[in-house]
C-alpha cells in the first residue's frame, strides 16, 4: 500500500522534497492500517510525529505548507480530486480522508475483481 500511496501523492503534484510529503504518506498509512478509524488526527499527528522526532503541530503545518505547493502546481489530478478552483488549499484532514478514501475504494475495487 506504501507503494500506492506513494504513487498518487505523486500524481496528485504534492512535493516530494518537502517534509510534509513524508508526514502525509505516513498519516495516509496509519489510517489505512488502523481498522474501523475514525480519524482522529492529533492522535495520527502526534504519532507521525513521534516516529520522525517532531510534533504533531509541526506535522499538520508541514503538511499545509505542502498541499498550498500542490495546489500551487495544478495538477489535473489535484484538480479533479479536490475541484481545485478553490483559492485556497483543503483542510489537511480533509486531503488525508479523501486520498485514504480513494485507496480504500481502489483496493476494495481490486478485491472484487479478483473473487
Known amino acids: 500500500m506504501k ?6 501523492l ?3 503534484g504534492v512535493p516530494p522534497e518537502t517534509s510534509g ?8 498509512l496509519l489510517t489505512l492500517n488502523t481498522p474501523n478509524s475514525t480519524y482522529r ?3 495520527t499527528y502526534g504519532k507521525v510525529g513521534e516516529k520522525f522526532s517532531s510534533t504533531g503541530k ?6 499545509r505548507y505542502a498541499l ?6 495544478g495538477t489535473v489530478e ?3 480530486m479536490f475541484h481545485a478552483n478553490i483559492a ?3 483542510i489537511v484532514s480533509r486531503f488525508l480522508v479523501r486520498v485514504a478514501e480513494h485507496l480504500k475504494m481502489q483496493e476494495d475495487y481490486h478485491l472484487e475483481i479478483q473473487k
Open 21 to 28: 510529503y513524508l508526514y502525509a504518506r505516513e498519516a495516509i
Open 78 to 80: 489535484y484538480a479533479e
Open 41 to 43: 488526527w492529533c492522535e
Open 10 to 12: 505523486l500524481a496528485l
Open 68 to 73: 498550498k505547493k500542490t495546489q500551487e502546481s
Open 58 to 63: 509541526r506535522v499538520e503545518r508541514c503538511i
Open 88 to 90: 485556497k488549499p483543503p
Open 3 to 8: 507503494n500506492k500511496t506513494t504513487k498518487l
